[in-house]
């Protein structure tokens, strides 16, 4: 089998790695991928994620059995579509079902409909009732970008003030152009938040093991959001009772209401969900893995991948089995992101038995990696407990020599402190 992954990140790399597991896999092409793939045997190709049809006609030439999509703007720019049309295999929801991603009225509309429970909101375009609706609610408050702003278009609001002045930026200075003309508020939700991803073939839902994402940049939770610091599962304070309601009253009812809306989904679905006193609710959907949780949900996975997309591809039941392994992800990230940052600083060597590393932000220099984006590189390990899992990862990283870099020395603690 010879397969085409799109986009460039580490999900990507973690992607690529898991599918080659399996021998029916001979080639895996990532485009454009990072130069630190190829580490795992992923063929990078230098074609744009936004060029279609050179992707197609790349996919014809290499007689590629499927491609599988990482990231959401692909996805939302009808890649899927465009391959479908093509006459190609691809997984990932067409470009309509991607909206449960791209708009988050579209989101909250579809869970209204179907009694998904997601926090009590409001849209607005405009900047003077959004301000009067901010102040009759109170603090705190979290306001939305309502498009793509790369994670960073949510502001939780402490204070009316940030509230009112995040309404400014997005509403009156267009801070993230047409993706902040309209935002989305929100009722502020109190809980552990965890990640429920899952397989979706149309009606039928595949949920995968939970895991729990670090957005903020800084050890406990301190400093701006980022795309993500680290990732672990299992969450063991999220009950199984809580994950199986999650899966009963957020993913079946969504995958239903996509139906029956006439834009069934095919893909990667992701809630993100903050478990509250009043029991679980959506704070968001993707179209897609996440990242970093792909990089620690990934190696729990005890059945092919490969198997797993051919079947749902074609309509059939995939076997999904997982361990009962803990599995702790860092990343190591460029000083300064998410804002500035500097690039092209050479990477340590790691060579570390007992961990993974999956590269992101990386180029290849002289034979050499260097550091090219805000998140560098996450170095993954998988052990009995997370606490076994947690010292692999962090005895790897004291060994290096992380000059430039920066990486949050908590990954996995709430799980521990609970
Ligand atoms: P998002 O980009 O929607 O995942 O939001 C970024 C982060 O903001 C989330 O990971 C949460 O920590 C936080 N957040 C988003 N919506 C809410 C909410 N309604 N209540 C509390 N926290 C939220
Ligand atoms: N880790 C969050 C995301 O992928 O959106």
Redesign the pocket.
Same mark, same amino acid.
């Given at each position: 089998m010879k397969l085409l992954i799109i986009g460039s990140g580490g999900r990507e790399h973690a992607l690529g790695k898991k599918l080659f597991e399996d021998p029916q896999v001979t080639a895996v092409f990532c485009a454009k991928g990072n130069a630190g793939m190829t580490k795992d045997g992923i063929t990078v190709v230098d074609i744009a994620e936004d060029a279609h049809e050179e992707l197609i006609a790349f996919a014809k030439k290499e007689a590629i059995d499927w491609t599988f999509v990482g990231p959401e703007i692909p996805l939302l720019n009808g890649i899927v579509d465009d391959f479908q049309a093509a006459g190609l295999k691809i997984f990932g929801p067409n470009k309509a079902a991607a909206m449960i991603e791209g708009s /988050?009225e579209f989101a909250k509309e579809l869970m209204s409909e179907r009694n998904i429970p997601? #926090?009590a909101?409001q849209t607005f375009s405009d900047f003077d009732a959004a301000k009067a609706y901010v102040i009759e609610q109170g603090a705190?408050i +979290?306001i /939305?970008a309502d498009g793509l #702003?790369a994670? /960073?278009? +949510? +502001? +939780?609001a402490e204070t009316i003030e940030v509230a009112i002045d995040a309404l400014h930026e997005m509403l009156e200075e267009q801070k993230f152009g047409t993706s902040s003309a309209r935002v989305v508020i929100?009722?502020?939700? #109190?809980?552990e938040?965890f990640s429920l991803l899952a397989f979706v073939d149309g009606e039928k839902v595949y949920p995968m093991v939970i895991a729990q994402?670090h /957005?903020?940049a800084f050890d406990f939770d301190q400093g701006p @959001?980022t795309g993500g610091m680290g990732a672990y599962t299992p969450v063991p304070q999220i009950s199984e009772a809580i994950v199986e309601q999650s899966v009963q009253e957020v993913l079946y009812p969504t995958v239903q209401g996509m139906i029956q809306r006439g834009t069934p989904y095919h893909g990667i679905l992701y809630a993100?969900l903050?478990a509250t006193e009043n029991g679980p609710?959506v704070?968001?959907f @993707?179209a897609r893995f996440g990242d970093p949780e792909t990089q620690v949900v990934l190696p729990r996975l005890e059945s092919s991948l490969a198997q797993v997309i051919t079947k749902l591809i074609a309509h059939e039941t995939p076997e999904i089995q997982w361990n009962n392994l803990a599995s702790v992800g860092v990343v190591v990230a460029a000083k300064g992101y998410p804002e500035a940052y500097q690039k092209g600083m050479v990477l340590p060597e790691i060579n570390h038995p007992d961990v993974s590393v999956i590269y992101a932000g990386v180029k290849s220099e002289q034979d050499k990696l260097v550091a090219n984006g805000g998140r560098v590189f996450l170095v993954e390990a998988h052990a009995e407990t997370i606490e076994a899992a947690q010292q692999k990862v962090y005895q790897a990283l004291d060994k290096m020599d992380t000059t430039q870099l920066f990486y949050r020395s908590d990954i996995g603690s709430k799980a521990l402190t609970k």
């Open positions: /988050k997601t #926090a909101y705190p +979290v /939305k #702003a994670g /960073k278009g +949510v +502001v +939780v929100e009722e502020f939700l #109190a809980g938040e994402d /957005k903020r @959001n993100g903050i609710k704070i968001e @993707n």
